[in-house]
T-cell receptor
Framework: GAVVSQHPSWVICKSGTSVKIECRSLDFQATTMFWYRQFPKQSLMLMATSNEGSKATYEQGVEKDKFLINHASLTLSTLTVTSAHPEDSSFYIC??????????FGPGTRLTVL | QKEVEQDPGPLSVPEGAIVSLNCTYSNSAFQYFMWYRQYSRKGPELLMYTYSSGNKEDGRFTAQVDKSSKYISLFIRDSQPSDSATYLCAMSTTNTGTASKLTFGTGTRLQVTL
């Protein structure tokens, strides 16, 4: 299957700092990517849809100024958690459709905010 | 009522057993159906992708879709301890040219014991 990478795989930061997470499609191009967060023993919660060349679309209840998304190219989307707080600690996962509706996920990024 | 219902388990089976995992859904607009496997602290891995009603087989995995009953299943034959993971069903609506959002079940935790 297609490969999606994320960087970093884990990050620890102090409260109040910003953290950037990268999502890359390695062997295909993606005009759309999706960002999810997942709490322990829960399913994935869609945060936003990242669109290459236009603004991201955020799900209800997700603060767009808190979670900045930039889809810089057809293979790269970034999620920046601004002024992170302990409640933002979570597992962040991106996905990208290789063809049609077949979506592939990255390995995830574990964020811990102290 | 959730759009997609999935028994969270946990489901414990002995090695070699046939495993049956199921999801029901209420939105008749869902046209694409996927099963993902997620190991702890990892991103989901696409196992099966189906569009039409009927069966699709890939190795030890068989995906079954019954659109008339709004019911999908994943069967795992000759289960192995390495199959121990959380299995997520996911669905999306008609492909309009851009990828649509996935709607997930809550995931079923499977434990295959020796």
């Amino acid at each position: 299957g297609a490969v999606v990478s994320q960087h970093p795989s884990w990050v620890i930061c102090k409260s109040g700092t910003s953290v950037k997470i990268e999502c890359r499609s390695l062997d295909f191009q993606a005009t759309t990517m999706f960002w999810y967060r997942q709490f322990p023993k829960q399913s994935l919660m869609l945060m936003a849809t990242s669109n290459e060349g236009s603004k991201a679309t955020y799900e209800q209840g997700v603060e767009k100024d808190k979670f900045l998304i930039n889809h810089a190219s057809l293979t790269l989307s970034t999620l920046t958690v601004t002024s992170a707080h302990p409640e933002d600690s979570s597992f962040y996962i991106c996905s990208a459709p290789e063809s049609g509706e077949k979506q592939f996920f990255g390995p995830g990024t574990r964020l811990t905010v102290l | 009522q959730k759009e997609v219902e999935q028994d969270p388990g946990p489901l414990s089976v002995p090695e070699g057993a046939i495993v049956s995992l199921n999801c029901t859904y209420s939105n008749s607009a869902f046209q694409y159906f996927m099963w993902y496997r997620q190991y702890s602290r990892k991103g989901p891995e696409l196992l099966m992708y189906t569009y039409s009603s009927g069966n699709k087989e890939d190795g030890r995995f068989t995906a079954q879709v019954d659109k008339s009953s709004k019911y999908i299943s994943l069967f795992i034959r000759d289960s192995q301890p390495s199959d121990s993971a959380t299995y997520l069903c996911a669905m999306s609506t008609t492909n309009t040219g851009t990828a649509s959002k996935l709607t997930f079940g809550t995931g079923t935790r499977l434990q295959v014991t020796l």
